[in-house]
């Protein structure tokens, strides 16, 4: 085999194979603000459909805090790596 193959299959091994992500926080914590967003939004739906402008106000900032307090007790720790597959 050339040495230009060897290299290339050499590229193309390290392209499969895992590597670090520098942002993998930050997917994580994307993918954990949806799935938590969509559990706290489905448990306060009835309320919101029937409450008025004010009370709808106060629910969002309700909805908003539980899901800060979630996203902090799930989060990784900062000292995580991170690796795609």
């Not at 914590?29 to 008025?52: W, Y």
């Not at 969002?60 to 790596?81: H, N």
Request: net charge positive; proline share 1%; glycine share 2%.
């Amino acid at each position: 085999m050339s040495e230009k193959a060897e290299s290339s299959a050499r590229a193309k091994s390290r392209r499969k194979s895992d590597h670090f992500v520098a942002d993998g926080r930050e997917r994580v914590e994307k993918d954990l603000m949806m799935s938590i967003r969509a559990e706290v939004e489905a448990r306060f739906a009835d309320q919101l459909h029937e409450a008025g402008w004010w009370r709808r106000w106060r629910l969002r900032r309700q909805i908003d805090r539980e899901i800060r307090v979630e996203l902090k007790k799930q989060r990784p720790s900062r000292e995580a790596l991170f690796a795609n597959n």
